[in-house]
């Protein structure tokens, strides 16, 4: 029998993690971060890596592990604004919806006033998220987080 310590399994990276840790990379270059000789020594050491474990300490020493700058990328920042705006136009069409329902009803309480409200919340959340993620003072705010980190 063996007395050294067993050590713990390695797990082996994936394409799609590893292309990951490359977007983070460049964005970090692109913010001003990285010099371009570190971002393509640390782009060449993503690419090379084998296991996860050998991704981490690349991205470790920047805000957020790097993952803050991905927000404010253009791709990042249209797609924001693409879900903000078929936000508002499904708030508006259920909006017009409901006045119609109550028109149609007769009724003498405004009933679709607590669906409006609720749908009108919702809208002004994610218009918030959509300002705080632009202007990188979100922090602590992320409603489900950004898809790309797992935990």
Same mark, same amino acid.
């Given at each position: 029998?063996?007395?050294?310590?067993?050590?713990?399994?390695?797990?082996?990276?994936?394409? !799609?993690?590893?292309?990951?840790?490359?977007?983070?990379?460049?964005?970090?270059?692109?913010? #001003?971060?990285? /010099?371009?000789?570190?971002?393509?020594?640390?782009?060449?050491?993503?690419?090379?890596?084998?296991? &996860?474990?050998?991704?981490?300490?690349?991205?470790?020493?920047?805000?957020?592990?790097?993952?803050?700058?991905?927000? &404010?990328?253009?791709?990042?920042?249209?797609?924001? &604004? /693409?879900?903000?705006?078929?936000? $508002?136009?499904?708030? #508006?069409?259920?909006?017009?919806?409901?006045? #119609?329902?109550?028109?149609? /009803? $007769?009724?003498?309480?405004?009933? !679709?006033?607590?669906?409006?409200?609720?749908? =009108?919340? #919702?809208?002004?959340?994610?218009?918030?998220?959509?300002?705080?993620?632009? /202007? $990188? =003072?979100? &922090?602590?705010?992320?409603?489900?987080?950004?898809?790309?980190?797992?935990?």
């Amino acid at each position: 029998m063996s007395t050294a310590a067993a050590e713990p399994a390695r797990i082996r990276a994936s394409d !799609p993690e590893r292309e990951e840790y490359a977007t983070v990379l460049r964005a970090a270059v692109t913010e #001003g971060r990285l /010099s371009l000789a570190e971002g393509d020594e640390r782009l060449a050491a993503v690419y090379a890596a084998r296991y &996860r474990d050998e991704l981490r300490p690349l991205t470790t020493d920047l805000p957020g592990e790097g993952r803050d700058a991905l927000w &404010r990328t253009p791709e990042a920042l249209a797609a924001m &604004r /693409s879900r903000l705006r078929r936000h $508002g136009v499904f708030v #508006g069409a259920v909006a017009a919806i409901l006045i #119609g329902l109550w028109v149609l /009803s $007769g009724a003498h309480v405004f009933w !679709p006033l607590l669906p409006l409200l609720l749908l =009108s919340f #919702g809208l002004m959340r994610r218009a918030r998220f959509a300002r705080y993620a632009r /202007s $990188g =003072s979100w &922090r602590g705010y992320s409603p489900g987080g950004p898809p790309w980190v797992r935990r």
